[in-house]
């Protein structure tokens, strides 16, 4: 088997799988002094860990693709139809209830928060939940582009959660479901009040098919494709409860619409956008590697064995981290560890020591020596996020990649602290 290597190999190597046969297990021990230990001999067969764009399903191939319906129009029938199937296949696998609507739209996740926040902010109050880099750029925004003037910012430290019985169910709630750069996760949606008269609307691009939603308690919901189904960045996808649909048409912020955010015409929602029918040109190429992502999900078990596959990569890393003195999680109780963008911190003594440009250093070291080894690529954290690790652990990867990478990062662990100690 050839290891999988950086650059131009990466794609051509995603999507193979070598037979069960040729697939050894690494053991479930792990030496606590990885500064003792020899470099490790096997590598993840796909070692992409990145936390957007993510690995693809292990049975991806360009092949794949062939029935993509390149240079015909997004609007004639047959590029239609498929991207109709998208909003199809993506309603059944997360089983949308039916009077919600579900439109693919353009600037991936951001572009469908972007307009779910032009179009409907300014109606009421406002409570902006910020524990991570995009919930603190969607705060920022309604404060600084919006202008809201009824806007409580309940904001917390990477690795917490803000105070979430402080959230007020007669305003609006803008939050993340997980927290991308900071692996904290809320834990569920308790704490959205029954009956509450404002729109709760939920950025849930890395929790979407890899954690349980409560689609009925959320008026809005954003996702891209890049995410936990590993498909390409650019496209977003903006689903609407009722409740939303009826603030849509009631509602005239004061502020103008760009023609990428407009979502109604002479006050009534535009449906089209809901049958395939998109703002601006997709990428067609993109359409058909997202529906070959969805039929793979589709057909290992839908999103019950995402989940369990998700949840099966944390446990691992947990175990794992669980034997080692040096390294913990960065979310700070065990409830709220998101099981996608795993964040990882470094506690030993003469790490926390250091000044942050050092730390920052040192975790980019790390990260730097297990994608030179092939080993393991896009391992650091987030640039705004706490010098650390971050391992995206989604549904697409396979626990058996995890468990090889493990040892690599015990053995980068070991050269790199060496190096600081010696200098010491």
């Known amino acids: 088997m050839t290891k999988p290597g950086a650059g131009g190999a990466a794609i051509t190597a995603a999507g193979a799988r070598p037979p069960e046969s040729d697939r050894v297990g690494m053991p479930r021990a792990f030496p606590s002094r990885p500064d003792r230990i020899d470099k490790p001999v096997e590598c993840p067969e796909r070692p992409w860990f990145s936390s957007g764009p993510c690995a693809k399903p292990a049975t991806w191939s360009l ?64 409570d902006a939940l910020a524990w991570d880099s995009f919930g603190k750029t969607w705060a920022s925004d309604m404060a600084n582009q919006l202008k809201l003037t009824d806007l409580r910012i309940l904001d917390a430290d990477y690795g917490d959660l803000p105070d ?17 750069t900071s692996g904290v996760r809320v834990p569920n949606a308790d704490w959205l009040a029954p009956g509450k008269a404002g729109l709760a609307i939920c950025d849930a691009t890395s929790a979407v098919f890899a ?68 703002i601006n040109t997709p990428s067609m190429l993109c359409v058909e590697d997202s529906l070959m992502a969805l039929r793979w999900a589709q057909g290992i078990g839908g999103c019950d064995a995402l989940q369990a596959r998700s949840r099966a990569n944390l446990e691992r890393v947990e175990s794992w981290v669980a034997q080692r003195d040096w390294i913990d999680f960065l979310a700070r109780d065990s409830r709220w560890r998101s099981c996608t963008s795993i964040c990882l911190k470094l506690t030993a003594p003469w790490f926390t020591a250091l000044d942050l440009v050092a730390q920052s250093r040192v975790a980019r070291e790390m990260a730097t020596v297990i994608a030179d080894a092939g080993a393991g690529y896009d391992l650091g954290s987030y640039r705004d996020a706490p010098p650390g690790l971050r391992i995206w652990g989604g549904p697409t990867v396979e626990t058996a990649d995890i468990e090889r990478l493990l040892p690599w990062i015990d053995w980068a662990y070991g050269q790199v602290s060496a190096q600081y100690k010696a200098a010491a």
């Open 63 to 126: 092949n794949a693709l062939s029935d993509a319906q390149l240079a015909r129009s997004h609007r004639a029938s047959p590029s239609k139809a498929r991207l109709l199937e998208v909003i199809e296949r993506s309603r059944d696998m997360l089983r949308v209830p039916p009077d919600y609507r579900l439109a693919i739209v353009p600037g991936s996740d951001t572009g469908a928060m972007e307009m779910a926040l032009w179009n409907l902010l300014g109606a009421r109050g406002v």
């Open 164 to 180: 979430l019985t402080k959230v007020d169910g007669d305003r609006d709630v803008v939050f993340t479901w997980n927290g991308t």
């Open 211 to 278: 954690m349980a939603l409560p689609l009925e308690k959320l008026d809005v919901v954003t996702w891209s494709w890049q995410k936990a189904l590993g498909g390409e960045a650019a496209h977003g996808m903006l689903l609407l409860s009722p409740r939303a649909v009826e603030r849509l048409e009631n509602y005239h912020p004061p502020w103008p619409l760009p023609k990428l955010f407009r979502l109604t015409k002479n006050g009534k929602t535009i449906e089209g956008l809901f049958k395939g029918e998109t």
